[in-house]
Structures are given as structure tokens and as C-alpha cells.
């Protein structure tokens, strides 16, 4: 482990070479759910929509064609939309914490790597494999989505289709990185940085999706008359008032705004974890 062999263009070889198995199951995964949206909607959406059609003209007991194509699609977009917690796991266990806990990072930092260097070495490959994997998922999602919307109906504001859609997946993955490369470095145990990653991760998702509705404007609708939104609108509060009948609801242009907001704000966490990361090994390493 000689200062010629963790040069600058060895750390990325050692990377690679420590985390193979875990960059070749991202792989797969990536392949996987990819390959099952092409399938469903080359293959099944055809053969749910024939059975649909044949179950509306007479009595039917194998009602099961839209659940064949949306409910699989809905998993898909789902385990698309909490990768992230994976990327949490990895980072604060194997990629950071496993090697503080043992001593390897420090015994690195003392064969001609700076801890700098070392830490950019071991974020610059996951975060490569985090953002062309997201991106991929994201751009086959969106075509899935998209290409069978009678089958799938317009509920762009589910927590797994909102973020499947977007870049949001890869913020979230990034975000991850960052919160689990900083909690293993605060506590240097592998399970407890682990732990303590995912638990922020999660936290992190569930008070943005709370706050979801909250940011962008919403838009407001009265009448004296009962009505009806579409049925592509997120409504977020209904009631009555002296006025009549009223409606606060995000229209399904509202998409992009919401999730860019959203998404800046993940991403400020990501930079922000990062920014105290380095300011934190600087400090244990002095």
C-alpha cells in the first residue's frame, strides 16, 4: 500500500476494487427494474387491456388485467423512489464506516493520502454510479408511465410517481451519500452509522412529503355549487364557507415546480452534508 500505488489514479482502482460487488448489484438492480418496465408495457399493458375490455362487455371473475401492468408498475416505483435508502445504508456502513471502525482509512492517510484526497477518492465513484443509475430509472420510468396512462390513471402525486418522474430520485441518492458518508464519520461504528443514516434519511423523506403541497402556491376554486375537480388534480383541502364550496388543489402543471423545489432543497442537504463531511475528517485527522 505504497504512496505510488494509492496515487491519485490508484485511489479510484482501489475503490473500484473494494466495492465491485456492491457497484455490480447497483448494476443489476438498475438492469432489472429497467428490464421489468420493458416488459410490462411491450408485453403485459397489451394482454391487461385486452382482459379489461373483455371483463366490461359481461361477467367476469378474472378482474386482474389492470392490476397485471399498474400494480407491478407502482413496485417498481416505489423501490425506484427508496433507493436512496440503500445508497444510506451502503455509504455508512460499507463504504465509510467500515473502514473507519478498523483503522484502514487512518493506515491510508499515513501511506501518502491525504484524507481529503481519500475521502474524494471513495464519494466520486458512488456518486457517478448514483447518478447514471438514477437517471436511467428515471428516464425508463418515465416513458413506462407515460406510455399506458389508461392503465396506470393520473395520479401524479403519489409519493412513488412524483419522485420516479424526475431528477428528484437522484438528489434523494445523493443526498444519502453525503448523510451517510458524514454519520460514519461522526460515529466511526459501522452499525451505528448505518442506523443513524437511514434514520435520517427516512426522517428527511417523510417531513418533505408532509410538506410536499406547501411548495408552490396552491391554487383555490369556489362555487356555490358542489363540484368536481379533475381527476388529475391533487387536492390538498376541500370544505365550505360562507362563500359556498371551496377547493385548494395542485394542477398537474403544478408537477415540474413542485419537484424541482423539492429537489433543490434535497440537493442543498446533499451539499451541505458533504460541506460538514470534509470539515469533520479534517478535524479527525489533525
Known amino acids: 500500500m505504497s504512496g505510488g500505488v494509492l496515487g491519485l489514479g490508484g485511489l479510484p482502482r482501489t475503490v473500484l476494487r473494494l466495492h465491485r460487488t456492491s457497484l455490480l448489484l447497483w448494476t443489476a438492480v438498475v438492469a432489472g427494474l429497467s428490464g421489468w418496465l420493458v416488459w410490462l408495457n411491450e408485453i403485459t399493458a397489451d394482454h391487461a387491456r385486452a382482459s379489461l375490455a373483455h371483463c366490461r362487455q359481461g361477467p367476469c371473475t378474472a378482474v386482474f388485467g389492470e392490476q397485471t401492468y399498474s400494480e407491478p408498475t407502482g413496485w417498481i416505483g416505489t423501490l425506484i423512489c427508496f433507493s436512496f435508502l440503500a445508497v444510506a445504508v451502503f455509504a455508512g456502513g460499507a463504504l465509510i464506516g467500515r473502514e473507519l471502525e478498523s483503522g484502514t482509512a487512518r493506515l491510508a492517510w499515513t501511506q501518502g493520502v491525504t484524507p481529503v484526497r481519500w475521502l474524494t477518492a471513495k464519494l466520486a465513484l458512488p ?10 430509472l428515471v428516464l425508463v420510468f418515465r416513458w413506462g408511465w407515460a406510455a399506458n396512462r389508461d392503465l396506470m390513471g393520473d395520479h401524479w402525486y ?62 383555490t376554486r369556489t362555487s356555490a355549487q358542489r ?9 390538498v383541502n376541500e370544505g365550505r364557507n360562507a362563500h359556498g364550496y371551496f377547493a385548494v388543489y395542485h394542477p398537474a402543471s403544478h408537477f415540474w415546480p413542485l419537484h424541482l423545489v423539492e429537489t433543490g432543497i434535497v440537493l442543498a442537504v446533499a451539499a451541505l452534508a458533504t460541506a460538514a463531511a470534509y470539515a469533520v475528517l479534517r478535524r479527525r485527522a489533525a
Open 127 to 136: 456518486a457517478l454510479a448514483v447518478t447514471v443509475g438514477g437517471t436511467v
Open 227 to 235: 363540484f368536481t375537480l379533475p381527476g388529475s388534480a391533487w387536492q
Open 158 to 219: 403519489d409519493t412513488e410517481v412524483f419522485a420516479a418522474r424526475g431528477p428528484l430520485v437522484v438528489a434523494y441518492g445523493l443526498a444519502a451519500l453525503a448523510v451517510g458518508t458524514l454519520t460514519a464519520l461522526l460515529l466511526r461504528r459501522t452499525l451505528a452509522a448505518l442506523g443513524a443514516a437511514f434514520a435520517a434519511m427516512w426522517l428527511l423523506d417523510f417531513t418533505l412529503g408532509r410538506c410536499r403541497a406547501d411548495l408552490w402556491p396552491a391554487l
